[in-house]
């Protein structure tokens, strides 16, 4: 595996050559770091599953440059999801549609949907057109950690968790730290009303002022979505939510709380966006200095919350 640190024009072509190849490149989002295969590829996409350990059949997003790939991998598309797609992309906002026959089983699971995404990190775009300039659909990329651990939001968490695992051709490019920090939302668009599946960034609040309608929230009743599994963007150290941290025990709390006495401080971020920001690798710093237990405040309201919410009680295996 080779780290590309300087993302030029020139860097990403070699990049999307590497995909076009079958090998694998690692990319940062605005959400999280993504392992991208090319997802016409069965061969390349099967090496995402070897990779990660994920169990076959999990379905993977497919990434794409623009709205205007949408009608080679969906069809049907209900006005909804195009008044979605028109308003929060590019952007942390993964559609389910029904599927054209370029998206196969291998990405799907055998469903007869498949999840797209229009991502807005810059080196993301640049790489999904670069890609599709030489004559790629689009790219499957599921987040760049080990199946169950916690999603990588820089380079070095990528090589951390999947160095070991990845070829010598495979690429991860560096970029910023993502700005999002969680996964994308995750919005059902097969039926005639849409599903939230996994809470984000875009809320539904954000998507109801759109397509004009209640947005059902499937977020406690998933099929095939994240959280299906007893652990989940779990790290090794135990989570605790909203207790009082013994003498030793980590603290990750709004900036507002103090630290309890003998409590070790990992995180205070500032607000509910800035605790989704830095949420992922606050879990990773508990991990290295050998943590056996972090307690975790969590933030209250709506908007952002919600989806750290979501991974919280995920991660602390308490749903
Ligand atoms: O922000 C994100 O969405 C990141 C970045 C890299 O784009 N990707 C990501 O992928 O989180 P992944 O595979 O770690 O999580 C996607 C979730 C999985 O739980 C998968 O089962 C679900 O989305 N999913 C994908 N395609 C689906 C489909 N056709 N129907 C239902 N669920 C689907
Ligand atoms: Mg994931």
Same mark, same amino acid.
């Given at each position: 595996?080779?780290?590309?640190?300087?993302?030029?024009?020139?860097?990403?072509?070699?990049?999307?050559?590497?995909?076009?190849?079958?090998?694998?490149?690692?990319?940062?989002? @605005?959400?999280?770091?993504?392992?991208?295969? /090319?997802?016409?590829? &069965?061969?390349?996409?099967?090496?995402? $599953?070897?990779?990660?350990?994920?169990?076959?059949?999990?379905?993977?997003?497919?990434?794409?440059?623009?709205?205007?790939?949408?009608?080679?991998?969906?069809?049907?598309?209900?006005? $909804?999801?195009?008044?979605?797609?028109?308003?929060?992309?590019?952007?942390?906002?993964?559609?389910?549609?029904?599927?054209?026959?370029?998206?196969?089983?291998?990405?799907?699971?055998?469903?007869?949907?498949?999840?797209?995404?229009?991502?807005?990190?810059?080196?993301?775009?640049?790489?999904?057109?670069?890609?599709? /300039?030489?004559?790629?659909?689009?790219?499957?990329? =599921?987040?760049?950690?080990?199946?169950?651990?916690?999603?990588? %939001? %820089?380079?070095?968490?990528?090589? &951390? @968790?999947?160095?070991?695992?990845?070829?010598?051709?495979?690429?991860?490019?560096?970029?910023?730290?993502?700005?999002?920090?969680?996964?994308?939302?995750?919005? /059902?668009?097969?039926?005639?009303?849409?599903?939230?599946?996994?809470?984000?960034?875009?809320?539904?609040?954000?998507?109801?002022?759109?397509?004009?309608?209640?947005?059902?929230?499937?977020?406690?009743?998933?099929?095939?979505?994240?959280?299906?599994? /007893?652990?989940?963007?779990?790290?090794?150290?135990?989570?605790?939510?909203?207790?009082? =941290?013994? =003498?030793?025990?980590?603290?990750?709390?709004?900036?507002?709380?103090?630290?309890?006495?003998?409590?070790?401080?990992?995180?205070?971020?500032?607000?509910?966006? @800035?605790?989704?920001?830095?949420?992922?690798?606050?879990?990773?710093?508990?991990?290295?200095?050998?943590?056996?237990?972090?307690?975790?405040?969590?933030?209250?309201? @709506?908007?952002?919350?919600?989806?750290?919410?979501?991974?919280?009680?995920?991660?602390?295996?308490?749903?």
């Amino acid at each position: 595996m080779e780290f590309v640190s300087n993302c030029t024009a020139d860097v990403i072509t070699n990049a999307a050559q590497a995909l076009k190849n079958g090998h694998l490149v690692a990319f940062p989002t @605005e959400t999280v770091y993504g392992l991208g295969a /090319d997802a016409t590829n &069965e061969k390349a996409v099967s090496r995402i $599953y070897s990779v990660k350990g994920r169990p076959v059949g999990h379905p993977l997003i497919v990434h794409i440059s623009s709205i205007n790939k949408l009608d080679q991998w969906a069809t049907n598309t209900p006005d $909804y999801a195009i008044k979605l797609a028109r308003e929060f992309w590019p952007g942390p906002m993964t559609l389910i549609l029904p599927r054209t026959n370029l998206a196969k089983d291998y990405i799907t699971g055998g469903q007869n949907n498949v999840g797209l995404r229009v991502p807005s990190q810059p080196i993301a775009l640049a790489l999904l057109k670069s890609f599709e /300039d030489l004559g790629g659909q689009g790219v499957a990329a =599921p987040s760049a950690n080990r199946f169950g651990a916690v999603s990588p %939001t %820089t380079a070095e968490a990528v090589g &951390e @968790e999947l160095g070991v695992y990845l070829d010598s051709k495979d690429l991860v490019l560096v970029g910023e730290k993502c700005l999002v920090g969680i996964e994308s939302t995750i919005i /059902d668009c097969t039926n005639s009303l849409p599903t939230i599946l996994r809470p984000g960034a875009i809320t539904s609040t954000q998507i109801e002022n759109i397509v004009n309608f209640k947005v059902k929230n499937n977020v406690d009743n998933l099929i095939k979505t994240s959280g299906i599994f /007893d652990k989940h963007y779990s790290p090794k150290a135990k989570i605790i939510l909203d207790q009082k =941290p013994l =003498p030793g025990q980590g603290y990750i709390a709004l900036s507002k709380f103090i630290t309890p006495k003998g409590s070790i401080r990992i995180a205070a971020p500032k607000n509910n966006k @800035e605790f989704a920001q830095m949420l992922y690798s606050a879990l990773r710093i508990c991990d290295q200095l050998g943590l056996n237990h972090v307690v975790i405040k969590q933030p209250k309201g @709506e908007g952002i919350s919600i989806a750290v919410r979501d991974r919280l009680k995920k991660a602390a295996n308490n749903y």
